[in-house]
């Protein structure tokens, strides 16, 4: 995955309790001063579903190379991270991003996380609040929000049938056709800002030895939860953005959840004519509003 990073950004790994964080931070010039410089940080996490990875965000995160420390780690089961075989869990999720705050960063950090990785960011926040600087959230769901159960498009019996499981996987994201396809009819509202660069890094995630097995526990809906049944407890401060046309997830629900915590989330931003990441279909938009975020 380095290729898809961006110039000054290398790799690192640590280890946590179901195996190797790989994770990109600066590292080469004119970066790598950013180590002992003292500079605030700010830690990247990805969404999950088919070809998901780090490079969601390399975008964003090297405009703010300068300024701030950033680390943005391939979750477990996901990129050039371990691919554990297991049933992939909420509470797998929840302590390895606390074990890999615990062991690379300086407490407290900013997060910044999209889709259901937001929703688990939010909380661990609640659990363990002095870990948290400050939250910067896209779209943050749980995929069954308000009980409705949004996210799951395939019915269980066809995802736990053995063999076909494979099938699904291998003919819905190993390859270039089925992740192109993924992209546009899922995640971006344009498919025109899809770039040959975005598919090849998804395909590369998606391609790699065993991860099939936490694609497969987010398309079961093993990792989703309510997020309304916990919104309510966050202290942390909070900012929302909402991409306009973000499918299963979408934006009056996102309001919806937003106005359970008026006292923690401080504004809710709706970007026009985006999907679930507008980050990476509306990057000025996003690296201006982190900008204002980061000042506050």
């Given amino acids: 995955m380095l290729q898809f990073q961006p110039p000054g950004f290398g790799h690192k790994i640590i280890q946590t309790s179901l195996g190797a964080m790989v994770y990109y931070t600066q590292t080469a010039a004119p970066w790598d001063i950013a180590e002992i410089e003292n500079l605030p940080q700010i830690v990247f996490l990805h969404n999950f579903g088919g070809g998901a990875s780090a490079y969601e965000w390399s975008k964003v995160y090297s405009a703010f190379a300068a300024t701030h420390r950033i680390f943005a780690p391939d979750l477990i089961g996901w990129g050039e991270s371990s691919h554990p075989v297991r049933n ?11 074990e890999f705050i615990k062991q690379v960063c300086r407490e407290p950090v900013t997060i910044v996380a999209s889709s259901i990785t937001a929703a688990l960011t ?18 943050p769901s749980g995929f069954d929000d308000f009980g409705q159960g949004s996210g799951r498009r395939l019915p269980l019996e066809v995802i736990n049938t053995p063999l076909l499981d494979n099938l699904i996987y291998k003919l819905g994201a190993e390859n270039e056709i089925a992740v192109r396809n993924f992209l546009q009819s899922f995640l971006f509202a344009k498919p025109k800002r899809i ?14 030895p065993n991860a099939i097995f936490a694609a497969l526990a987010f398309l079961r809906g093993d990792l989703y939860f309510d997020l309304s049944l916990y ?7 909070t900012d929302i953005l909402w991409g306009e046309k973000a499918q299963f997830i979408n934006v009056k629900l996102g309001k919806r959840l ?29 690296v201006g509003l982190l900008n204002k975020h980061l000042i506050l």
């Fill in 88 to 98: 992939y869990q909420i509470n797998d999720y929840i302590t390895t991003i606390a």
């Fill in 122 to 139: 939010i909380r661990l926040a609640i659990q363990q609040p002095q870990l948290f600087r400050s939250l910067f959230l896209c779209c």
């Fill in 195 to 208: 770039s040959e660069e975005i598919v090849q890094a998804y395909l590369a995630s998606a391609q790699q």
């Fill in 231 to 237: 919104i309510k407890q966050l202290t942390v401060p």
């Fill in 258 to 286: 937003a106005d359970l915590n008026p006292h923690a989330i401080s504004n809710f931003y709706v970007i026009p004519d985006t999907g679930v990441l507008p980050h990476l279909e509306r990057l000025e938009i996003t």
